[in-house]
Every structure is written in C-alpha cells, then in structure tokens.
C-alpha cells in the first residue's frame, strides 16, 4: 500500500513554553506564522482543487498539544470535512514529550489524528539540560508509552551533535529509542541557525560545531542500529529552505544531501572490508546493486578517492552488477 501523500502545515514555536538553544522555528521551517483553521481550510479547499485524495494532513514545527485545547480544536475542526469527503486520509503531528497526556491523546483521536512525533531530541537528560529542552528522558519514555497505548502510531526525533553530547552519547541516545519500538524515527544533526542562543554558543567557543563530515560518521554509526531493529528512518537531515540556504544556517550539519551521503559512508566502510586483503598496487573492480553505483562512488569520486588511497591501488573502478544484492563484491583484481 502506497504510503499516503503528506500536507505540511507549519506552526513554528506554537505552544513550546521555552525556546532550546538550537531553535529558531521560524527559520527551520520557512514558515514565520502560525496557521489557522483558515488556512487549514484554505490548504485543503486548494488540494481538494487540485484533486489530491488521500492526503495526511501534518502540523509540524511547534508542539501542537502544549496550546490551548481550544485552538486544538479549531485546527482539527476544520479538516473534517475534509475527511468526511476523502480529501484527508488521516493527521498527523508533532509536539513535545512534557506536553502528553491520556485526555489529551483522546481528543486528537476523536479528530482523527493517527500519529504523533515526539521531539525527544536526545535520551540523556545531561544533553537535554544544556540544550535547554525542560523536559527529562523520562518524560519521553513516559510520552511514547501514552502514545502506543492510545493505538496512535509513535515517531521519535533525535537529534546528534546537541551540547554536551558526544559521538558515543548520540549512540546510546539512538539504542534508547529504539528501545522504546517506535514506528519510525527521524534523525536531525546539529545545526547552527542565525539568531540562536547556540550561534553564541558556538561564537564564544562554548560549543564546537558539528560539522557535516561529524554528522556523516555518526548517523552511519546509528542508522544501521534503526535497520536492524525494522524501525524506518523517515528523515535523515534537517528539510532545506530557502531561509536556511540563504545564510540561515551559519554553521554545522547542513548539508541537502545528507541522507545521501550517509549512505555512500556506509558504503565506503563496506568497501573496506572487502579490500582489506587485496595487495597494494593492484587495479580492482567492484560490484555493487546497480541502484547503489553511484552512491559507492561518492559525491565529487570522494569514495573512490579515499579507498584507493587507504589501500594503495592502482586503480578502483565500480560497475553495476545486478546479482550482488545487498553486498559488494570484488569483480576483478589484477596487478
């Protein structure tokens, strides 16, 4: 079954009761207002113009059940008749752990929501504190426990690079979660926007940055631990914008491509271990899923570059080879 194609309505900093040092919603999202049941009713009046059925509608950005149940309810109000019609095949949202509770996952299910997002960001409460997140590790546990209980689909976001985390940190937070059997998980590497308290942080020296080579690594550390667990990485990288693109990101783990270059890490360190035993100065061809060449070879060759160096060939050559499945396999070594 075809997953079903996802509305965004953005509510930047709606509801949170503190800003983390990292968050500038208004940026991360391209979004700097909040929506109303008008323009949930305007985004669906043009989708349902444009004829797109089956869509789920999701309130992103903020923390949707830390406002007001009445302005809950104005934006959930206003998508059903578009349910009742087909245009909104279900609704989804994301909020914060410290902002769940039964009455309230009752209501968003009486409306038709079907999934919410946690924005655990981290597992250890020492990351959480220096972030300035206000809420605990337990407060997630305690959040996606009500969530699962209350037959709604749970998703858990992370986050790496955050104050007072570490490689080794990031890990543990990534075991945590999935300790937890989400439905899915999003993971968003660090980034530096403009205007954030972390800006000063990281201008002062009182942060290192956590560049995109450090989220490379990490996330190839992590996302094979979500694999093994059948636990889908739905987001892997902060979504670029335009506000971001165009200087919004001063520093850190931006990067459009990040998911990508994940991958071809991954693969590179695959690589590695098929070439650990071919003699220094030979020429090899590797085999890999023809789907997965060109991320073997790396953006800008960086793959190719790196391995030939690291083992001292003559040459490395990767061709698409439709048998090799999920491996890669040597082709041909000569000297």
Known sequence: MARARILPLFVPNWGCPNECVFCDQKRISGSPLPV?????????????????????LAFYGGSFTAVSPLLQRELLEAAQPYRVDGTVAGIRLSTRPDAVDEAGLAMLK??????????????????????????????????????????LKLIL???????????????????????????????????????????????????????????????ADILPLFERAHIPVIRLGLNPTAELSAGGAVAGAYHPALGELVRSELLRRQAEKVLENVPAGFAVTLGVDPKRVSALIGQHRSNIAALTEEFSLRALAVKGLETAGESIVLVDVSP
Do not use: N
Request: proline content about 2%.
């Open 157 to 219: 976001q992370m986050m790496t690079g955050l104050p007072g985390s570490d490689r080794g940190k990031d890990v543990e937070t990534a075991r945590r979660i999935i300790a937890l059997a989400p439905d899915g998980a999003r993971i968003y590497p660090t980034v530096i926007v403009k205007g954030t308290a972390l800006e000063d942080m990281w201008r002062a020296g009182t942060y290192a940055e956590h560049t995109v080579s450090d989220a490379v690594a990490v996330c």
């Open 36 to 56: 109303s049941g008008r323009d949930v009713t305007a985004a669906l009046e043009k989708a349902k113009g444009e004829r797109l059925a089956g869509l789920e």
């Open 110 to 151: 009486s409306y038709g929501v079907q999934t919410v997002e946690l924005g655990a960001q981290s597992m250890l409460d020492s990351v959480l504190t220096a972030s300035g997140r206000g809420h605990t590790a337990a407060d997630t546990e305690r959040a996606a426990g009500l969530v699962k209980a209350a037959g």
